[in-house]
């Protein structure tokens, strides 16, 4: 190999490794309900289950029970996540966290 010809090769390796690194991964952009999974499992589940029916009236209500009630679509669930309110403690979740909580919770609509 001539010196020229490693540098390219070297070069496009590095070419490629950048473009991998800024491609968005999929379903990012409209929230991945796998990952909305985690979230909520970390920082919600003192009290929300995600699915079924709360049978504890101390328990907020499941995530599967907020998607049935009416006019839960992305819009609001999204609005929702950006305001503190009781009795909700208050908590900061990172952007693309809140999108996939928002995913996740319309993937519950039955
Ligand atoms: C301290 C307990 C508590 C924690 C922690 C908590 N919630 Fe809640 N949440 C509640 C209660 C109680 C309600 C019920 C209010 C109601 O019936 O609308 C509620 C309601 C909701 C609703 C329904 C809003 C609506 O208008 O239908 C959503 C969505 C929600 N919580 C998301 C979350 C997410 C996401 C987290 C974690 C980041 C979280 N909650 C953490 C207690 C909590």
């Not at 800024?22 to 970390?42: I, L, M, N, Q």
């Not at 995600?50 to 328990?59: F, I, K, N, P, T």
């Not at 679509?73 to 009781?86: G, I, K, T």
């Amino acid at each position: 190999m001539t010196h020229a010809s490693r540098l390219a090769a070297a070069l496009s390796v590095a070419g490629l490794a950048a473009l991998a690194a800024c491609a968005t991964p999929p379903g990012r952009f409209g929230g991945d309900p796998g990952r909305g999974e985690k979230v909520v499992a970390e920082w919600c589940a003192a009290c929300h289950s995600v699915r079924g029916v709360e049978s504890d009236q101390d328990r907020a209500p499941t995530y599967e029970q907020i998607a049935q009630r009416p006019g839960r679509d992305r819009a609001y669930l999204a609005a929702f996540l950006e305001e503190d309110h009781f009795p909700m403690s208050t908590y900061r979740l990172l952007d693309d966290e809140k999108a996939d909580v928002v995913a996740l919770i319309v993937s519950l609509k039955k």
